[in-house]
């Protein structure tokens, strides 16, 4: 059972119940909890997937390698880090940045839906595939979901690879990732056209089997 943030009514307040959360194990080995930051009216918030050694110790999201890069390609359509809401699917460092387990992404759900539903974005970024699979609720892995803009829950959604996969996978991925960073820039400017022909569409993905996987569909 999750609990509900509905009646909460700014992201300050949300944050200060985050910053005392014990819903997880991950509270245990946490230095901070790294709630998101930027503009709290952004029309573009970005989702990656948990903190990193960094990130843990400054109690900000992307201030690693990553968010370097994310800033420098961010820069490329005209956005600068102060522009944007970013913030994580699970709130604190999983030990040795494993990958944050089902029951974490579950117990820390609510902040993330809330944080969205405050920020009322035009536009979600999710980088990588947790993030990406949670929000468009699918087992389908990122390199079959990015490349076009989803219409979600009355947003944009654009799904791309987290930048760490760029630092790994070199200029390649890099360039996917501002091919999608395009399609925020074409969609931020009224130039994206939502009327793609079925037949144009790169594969649709699959409905998740596991239903608890989604932001808003599971309580
Ligand atoms: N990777 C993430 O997914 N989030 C961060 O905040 C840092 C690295």
Known sequence: MTASFEAIETLDELEAIAL?????????GRTNVVFGAGDPIADVMIVGEAPGQQEDEQ??????RSGQLLEQLLGEIDLQRNDVYIANVVKCRPPRNRDPREDEIEACK????????LIDPKVVITLGNFSSKLLLRTATGITRL?????EWWGRYLVPTFHPAAALRGGERVTNDIRHDLGLVRQILDGRLSVDIPETQQPQAPEPAVDTQLGLFEST
């Open 20 to 28: 005392t959360c014990t819903r997880c194990g991950l509270a245990e």
């Open 59 to 64: 109690g900000l999201p992307f201030v690693g």
């Open 110 to 117: 609510p902040y993330l839906r809330r944080q969205m539903e």
């Open 146 to 150: 990015r490349g076009i803009a989803y």
